[in-house]
């Protein structure tokens, strides 16, 4: 039975009210794009998940929209709230089926190759998962219904899991986003807890990040905010403290950038976990943001990209954080609910019109 893009949107809604989400997200337009998850590959491709409308978007650096694949089901190729996605060395794309606990392998092109999971608390199932990384041999997911972060093989075998529910060092309250970094070690934003966590490849607790008073070593030490415009300008140490995480990327120094989505910004980390810099604030001019679920980082030119969930929209900000540009998802092609599977590539042409920018 195909369930109409309304209802499923109620569902959604419902669920994520569930799990303790403000009204804000609930009252989303069911028809409206709401980017969710985003990720970057080596050649400056910009994948982005669409939860509300069902669909995978490729972009290119300029916002040139380069193709989109699925629609609204439990077939493969198909997605019930796309949320994380996450892309490997050789352009395999993983993507988090939410609603439909699962994660779904693609070639570059939307090609399927493989799905596994299914809904439940099980050593093999998910619940609600948000987040998704990958390392080595390894794909991360987020699994916030469950309070872990389960650990699979790139083929979809059960590696094992990180954390448990609860507020102690190495528990989570509804992990949202994971990140890997060159050395392996393992990020997670830990939402209801208002903070992010640092692990070891092997899973062993390594630190706290995001709080007023946390670093992984030495003395707390204020930061700086940032303007629109992203000038440094002296700060408080209050300014690190998380709110609401969700999305977090590492950058090719080691910093983590962190979607804060309960204070409408983007929010940069040192390595130890100093607050380093913050971006944003709530509205909908460039360099601001309503409620970011993900955030990413282009490997090649350092380059920041947000999903701005609430606006429907990325932005691009530069390495020092300075926002550059933005640009809308577009509106659904073939928004029928009773499309057929659509993990056959759909590629655009022409490019959409150039992004928003300050230049």
Do not use: C
């Amino acid at each position: 039975m195909i369930v109409s893009k309304a209802m499923r949107s109620l569902v959604l809604a419902a669920l994520l009210l569930s799990f303790g989400f403000g009204s804000a997200l609930a009252a989303e337009d069911a028809l409206a794009p709401a980017p969710a998850g985003i990720v970057v590959d080596s050649d400056g491709a910009v994948y982005v998940t669409d939860y509300a409308l069902d669909r995978v978007l490729k972009f290119g650096s300029d916002g040139s929209l380069l193709g989109q694949w699925g629609s609204s089901g439990s077939a493969v190729g198909q997605f019930s709230a796309p949320f994380g996605v996450a892309v490997d060395s050789e352009h395999t794309v993983y993507v988090v089926d939410q609603l439909n606990g699962r994660v779904q392998k693609f070639a570059s092109d939307g090609t399927s190759l493989g799905v596994w999971g299914s809904t439940g608390a099980g050593s093999d199932q998910l619940r609600t998962p948000f987040g998704v990384a990958v390392a080595p041999g390894r794909v991360y997911v987020a699994d916030f219904g469950n309070d872990r972060v389960q650990v699979y093989g790139t083929d979809g075998s059960v590696v094992g899991a990180v954390g448990s529910k609860g507020s102690a060092d190495g528990q989570f309250q509804r992990p949202a986003g994971v990140a890997v970094d060159r050395d392996g070690n393992l990020y997670v934003t830990d939402h209801f807890n208002d903070r992010a966590q640092r692990f070891s490849s092997e899973g062993r607790f390594q630190g706290l990040l995001g709080m007023v008073a946390a670093a992984l070593s030495g003395s707390p030490t204020p930061g700086a905010t940032a303007t629109v415009t992203a000038t440094a300008t002296p700060g408080l140490v209050a300014d690190s403290q998380l709110r609401r995480p969700e999305g977090i990327a590492v950058d090719r120094d080691g910093n983590l950038w962190v979607a804060d989505y309960g204070r409408d910004r983007v929010v940069k980390l040192s390595p130890d976990g100093r607050y380093l810099l913050a971006v944003g604030s709530r509205g909908s001019g460039l360099g601001e943001f309503v409620g970011p679920k993900g955030v990413a980082v282009d490997p090649g030119s350092g380059r920041i990209y947000v999903a701005d969930t609430g606006n429907g929209r990325v932005q691009r900000l530069a390495v020092d954080g300075t926002p550059e540009a933005s640009w809308p998802l577009p509106a659904p092609s073939s928004p029928s609910p009773t499309a057929s599977p659509a993990s056959t590539f759909a590629p655009v042409q022409p490019p959409a019109p150039p992004p928003q920018s300050t230049q």
